[in-house]
């Protein structure tokens, strides 16, 4: 009965659920996809710091050609996944040469993009390593910190969400998410010398806009306080929804900040623990007051 079930009937099954589920998802990609945007991600990391992420040992006399062959296997690792990508996603009018033609463009612009990339990159290590006492080199901030990781790629990713690349921004800075704990959405506008200690928890929403020399420590939210409606209940897409943060501001554990009209001023401490939803003027402080600490003593046995 089971093998006939198994040889027979399943296959009704099978088609029911694609049916529900494959047949909508179209042609973009799915697993192979994800496997696809990794691959890039370390495409990217390895051309900017070859000594820091690509597999082998890299001498002076081979580092440059090296440099230039992952160049231009990740322009067309990108280009491919681009054209792969838009079809499904652009206006149904578009035809497939403008698609190709889209992805091109945005190949060539993030590819051309990148030495402005590492420069920005070049100060949040400075951040890092400037403000931590902790770090011992520059090196160790790159190999050993997760959040510098995270601004890596969020960076990068942030660039194609410019270009208009849909969907591979989410998906590289959800990878980065998946391996530090750290969650910064590629929409999110971030000044230079950023800097995050340990990372674990941090979030930070699409619209959010954060200034230069900002630091922000685990567990920290920047993001949305309410949702607009439509007639059928559902969120709003678009609108300013998360907080902006002001250059040279400091944000302590724990700390959750709410809303799109919400700013930090300049120079500001945020402690931890503290729940905002309102704006704060430069140079403020803000910590939360215990009304009473108990402290009791272990009984010795």
Not at 5 to 27: C, D, F, P, R
Request: aromatic letters at 8%; glycine letters at 8%; one cysteine or more.
């Amino acid at each position: 009965m089971f093998s006939k079930w198994l040889n027979e009937e399943i296959q009704v099954h099978a088609q029911k659920v694609m049916a529900e589920t494959g047949m909508k998802n179209g042609s973009i990609g799915g697993y192979a996809l994800k496997m696809r945007v990794e691959k890039l991600i370390h495409l990217l990391q390895s051309v900017m710091y070859p000594t820091i992420y690509y597999e082998e040992k890299l001498t002076d006399d081979f580092r440059e050609a090296t440099v230039s062959r992952l160049f231009q296997e990740t322009a067309m690792l990108l280009y491919e996944i681009a054209k792969d990508v838009l079809p499904n996603v652009e206006d149904a009018t578009t035809g497939p040469e403008d698609c190709e033609s889209k992805a091109e463009l945005i190949t060539r612009d993030f590819m051309e993009s990148l030495p402005d990339i590492a420069r920005m990159l070049d100060k949040d290590i400075t951040s890092a390593y400037d403000g931590d006492p902790a770090a011992r080199s520059r090196e160790e901030v790159m190999l050993a910190y997760p959040a510098f990781e995270t601004i890596t790629i969020y960076r990068l990713a942030h660039r194609l969400f410019e270009l208009g690349m849909p969907l591979i921004p989410r998906m590289m800075t959800e990878y980065a998410h998946s391996r530090t704990g750290i969650d910064i959405h590629p929409g999110a506008q971030i000044g230079e010398y950023f800097f995050i200690d340990h990372g674990t928890g941090v979030v930070i929403g699409e619209t959010c806009r954060i200034g230069r020399h900002v630091k922000l420590y685990q567990g920290v939210t920047l993001g949305a306080k309410s949702f607009d409606l439509d007639e059928n209940g559902h969120p709003v897409k678009g609108g300013k929804r998360h907080p902006e943060v002001e250059d040279r501001v400091v944000i302590y554990a724990g700390a959750t900040i709410l809303g799109g009209d919400v700013v930090i001023g300049k120079g500001s401490i945020i402690g931890g623990s503290v729940w905002l939803t309102n704006s704060v003027p430069p140079y403020s402080i803000i910590y939360n007051t215990a009304k009473t600490i108990s402290v009791s003593q272990v009984s010795e046995t």
